[in-house]
């Protein structure tokens, strides 16, 4: 048996060493001066682990005491040789394995180090219970000063010193540092620290420092972080997100919990958009058969003022034959005739499709008819149709369409969402269309923002706002609701000086596996009762066959008919007023082109031009010639065409080639 360790790696003398390390000393159970290997742990004399082969830990360690019975089993560990040697020489002399001592830290400024094989032992049994005794001295019982970004009920938060309250949001008692901070996050890291047994010395809350607000000033919690970049405290304490932008500042501990962030809509079926509303009216038909119909009607328009319209040509061959003078209209003037003829017809032709079918007339002429066929076939089947489809259309939940992330891009939406994650959202959906808020105000920040209309949807982490009571209530109030599907997962962790950031993150660990701590248990001593559902849920989607159909589905029909009932008024006051002031008006109360009027006056006219056709005289000097003479003149449009007074719908009957009346526009 190796009594000093074997040859290459013997044991060495290292009271000296534990000697200088006054901040530990205790007093041995002999009254001797000792100290301790871990905070209230094992009190052992300076020769503990020099010069030989022993069981020191059985010697001292209070684990390893036998009661007076005898009954207790001890650790494996208690029974193992080991002792001090020299890392150097037993690197270079030996293969005998050689391991850090635990007790003391790398920053420590003490070098110790021992081995269980020199001995002819192994170091398996200790290695199995290291962390559990030697993880008490993880961070040398230190004093840590943490800072709070802001309040985030019930996760951080102070109360008012006078009344009591819980207050939402800082006001001049978060810079006062004799007011306690309060709230889950708190309640965490208290824990962690009673946990650590005295490793963790001390744990004080303050605010972060203005100068900071400054910098950052659209995220509190990246403005924390910097004053701990800027060494102003050793680490923050709350829901802070493990960010690029906050890996460059410092470091974090272990991940507390992974937030998801998910997309909140309008619930389905509430609220829906007047102009969501407006395009369930034209959801039945694509975007591109609306244009179709449209062409169409307007084409058929078109085609039926040209099969009414009168020859060139047989007007000036008739205007020869019966010798009168003609008066050409301005050109002008016969731009603004058939521009008023195809208005016409295309209302005509949109009422015919409106009405779903078209009015037959049996005097119309033959290439009308056969205009008329085909188009009344085209309404038929697209009427048909549209009708099918409509009734389903209106009662469908318009956010159907932006239940995924992918939904809302399709549908071209924006989306509010919190700039801290501005890098994080941007990589993972290149194609959205966000919008960050930037007044620092968090995510209920974000939701001023969608209520200012800068958005239509929003991107929520769940872990700050799925217990704040307030924020929830607000969600409620404007019926939003988180969908199912997480946009984004992001770890949430504390930010710490990387010197600290293992061991604080060990006594973590150690919570949550021994102790039953975590941020889950601190939450549930701060359960609050929520009303409201705020949780997307299928069935929310789902429309009966027997949903009514409301007056808000029926806003664009509505608009539509007040807009062209507005419109006709106005047109009639200007066709009022013009004939008030003795003007022509093309708008009136005849909304179609006669080329022979009703008036008495009119009648007379044709039939002395029928007499004069057939041969009859009319006395020069007589009343009949003086009023002929007098109609002539006052008639801008006189014109000779063959036909007569049989004109419906812009068609023109033939049967007399010598019989040309004039143009009037009567009532137009």
């Known amino acids: 048996m190796a009594i000093d360790g074997k040859e290459g790696c013997p044991c060495t003398n290292n009271t000296g060493t534990l000697a200088s390390l006054s901040e530990r000393y205790c007093k041995l159970p002999t009254g001797d001066d000792g100290i301790y290997l871990t905070l209230g742990g094992s009190c052992v004399p300076f020769s503990y682990g020099s010069s030989r082969c022993a069981v020191h830990d059985l010697l001292y360690d209070p684990r390893c005491k036998v009661d007076a019975a005898g009954e207790n089993d001890i650790p494996a560990y208690c029974v193992k040789r080991f002792c001090y040697v020299d890392l150097a020489t037993c690197k270079r002399e030996s293969r005998e394995r050689v391991y850090r001592s635990s007790y003391f830290p790398f920053d420590s400024e003490v070098d110790l180090f021992y081995s269980y094989s020199t001995c002819n032992s192994t170091a398996d049994d200790w290695f199995a219970v290291e962390d559990d005794i030697v993880g008490s001295r993880a961070l040398g019982g230190i004093s840590i000063d943490a800072n709070i970004p802001t309040y985030t009920l019930p996760m951080l938060y102070k109360r008012d010193p006078s009344s009591g309250e819980i207050q939402s949001a800082p006001g001049s008692e978060y810079y006062d540092d004799n ?49 701990l970049k800027d060494g102003l405290v050793d680490m923050a304490v709350g829901p802070f997100w493990i960010t690029g932008q906050r890996l460059k500042m410092t470091s974090f501990t272990v991940p507390i919990v992974y937030d998801q962030t998910f997309l909140v809509i309008p619930r389905p079926g509430t609220k829906d958009p007047l102009n969501d509303q407006m395009k369930k009216v034209l959801a039945p038909l694509s975007i591109g058969l609306w244009v179709l119909v449209l062409a169409i009607i307007v084409f058929a328009a078109l085609l039926s003022v040209w099969f009414s319209d009168r020859s060139e040509l047989t007007m000036n061959q008739n205007s020869r034959r019966m010798g009168l003078q003609r008066n050409t209209p301005k050109k002008r003037r016969r731009k603004m005739v058939y521009a008023r003829l195809a208005l016409d017809s295309f209302l005509e032709k949109g009422l015919f499709f409106c009405s779903a079918g078209v009015e037959q007339d049996e005097r119309a002429s033959l290439p009308n008819k056969l205009l008329l066929f085909g188009f009344g076939f085209f309404i038929l089947i697209s009427v048909s149709a549209y009708v099918a489809n409509l009734a389903a259309f209106l009662t469908l939940s318009t956010t159907d369409s932006v239940k995924t992330m992918a939904g809302a891009i399709a549908a071209g939406m924006t989306i509010c969402a919190h700039p801290a994650i501005k890098a994080e959202l941007e990589v993972a959906w290149p194609d959205a269309k966000f919008y960050f808020h930037e007044k620092g105000r968090e995510f209920p920040g974000v939701l001023e923002d969608y209520d200012a209309g800068r958005c239509r949807v929003m991107a929520i982490g769940y872990e700050d706002t799925s217990m704040d009571k307030a924020f929830i209530e607000k969600l ?193």
């Open 179 to 227: 007011v306690p901070y309060d709230g889950v996050y708190l309640h965490y890291t208290k824990k962690i620290v009673e946990i650590s047994n005295g490793d963790i010395r001390n744990l004080t809350f303050t605010h972060r420092s203005k100068a900071s607000g400054d910098l950052h000033p659209s995220s509190s919690f990246t403005a924390a972080v910097q004053d």
């Open 476 to 668: 409620c109030e404007r019926d939003l609701v988180y969908t199912n599907t997480p946009i984004a997962e992001i770890p949430i962790a504390f930010p710490i000086r990387s010197d600290l950031a293992s061991g604080f993150s060990f006594w973590m660990y150690q919570g949550e596996r021994y102790h039953k701590t975590s941020i889950q248990t601190a939450k549930d001593e701060y359960t609050q009762e929520i009303a409201c559902n705020v949780y997307f849920s299928e069935e929310d989607t789902e429309t009966s066959d027997y949903d009514e159909i409301t007056v808000r589905n029926f806003f664009l029909p509505i608009m539509f008919f007040f807009a062209f009932a507005v419109l006709a008024v106005i047109l009639h006051i200007v066709h009022l007023y013009n004939v008030k002031k003795g003007r022509r008006s093309l708008v009136g109360r005849r909304s179609t082109l006669d080329l022979v009027t009703d008036s008495p006056k009119q009648d007379s006219f044709v039939a002395r031009m029928k007499r004069r056709s057939s041969g009859g005289e009319i006395d020069t000097g007589s009343k009949e010639a003086e009023e002929e003479e007098k109609d002539c003149d006052d008639s801008e449009s006189y014109q000779k065409v063959r036909g007569t007074k049989s004109i419906m719908s812009g068609s023109l009957q033939l049967d007399d080639e010598n019989l040309r009346p004039r143009v009037r526009f009567d009532g137009l």
